[in-house]
């Protein structure tokens, strides 16, 4: 007779399989999100954001033994994202950041840069739907599915706000409106 584990004839039960199944559809709803992301966006269009100097710069520090903060760095962050070196006019597009940053974007660093951003871009997404749970779960507020659609699909003041102080902000936006150019 050995020493029995009661992790060896646990069952699975009800909650646990539940719990499994829930972090099942989880995994396969965000690397669905990130394959859709990919297909669609980061393949088609390279660079172009701001994540790419935090990939770049860690890349370079794990990868390339490189100081992410080096002009060295820095020139490759600006030939990757505009294809040639920034304007003094120009966001400089450096490794700017503290540099724990590094271990958040590690595991991607690893990845070719438009699959690295599409699981970033989800990642982004998949966390703003998480903390629209938690703030439901915290106001102990439950709407039905129909409902919390219904919301957010609703136009309001506020929205229409938004979008113009977008309009403002977005560059030649004004010109267009007007139809100069």
Do not use: H
């Amino acid at each position: 007779m050995g020493i029995e584990s009661p992790l060896v004839n646990k069952a699975i039960t009800g909650e646990r399989a539940r719990m499994l199944l829930l972090m099942i559809l989880v995994l396969a709803t965000y690397l669905f999100l990130a394959y859709g992301a990919y297909s669609l966006f980061t393949s088609q269009i390279p660079s172009g954001n701001d994540f790419y100097s935090r990939w770049r710069g860690t890349r370079a520090l794990l990868l390339e033994g490189k100081d992410p903060y080096s002009e060295e760095v820095t020139l490759e962050i600006q030939k990757g994202m505009y294809g040639r070196p920034a304007r003094g006019d120009e966001d400089q597009v450096a490794f700017a950041y503290p540099l724990y940053v590094s271990v958040l974007i590690l595991p991607l660093a690893f990845l070719p840069y438009p699959q690295a951003q599409a699981l970033w871009l989800s990642g982004l997404v998949f966390l703003i739907l998480v903390t629209v749970v938690i703030i439901l779960r915290t106001f102990y507020w439950k709407p039905s599915p129909g409902r919390l659609l219904a919301l957010s699909l609703r136009r309001s003041k506020r929205t229409d706000l938004c979008e113009r102080l977008l309009m403002i902000w977005r560059p030649g936006s004004n010109e267009r409106q007007r139809g100069e150019e």
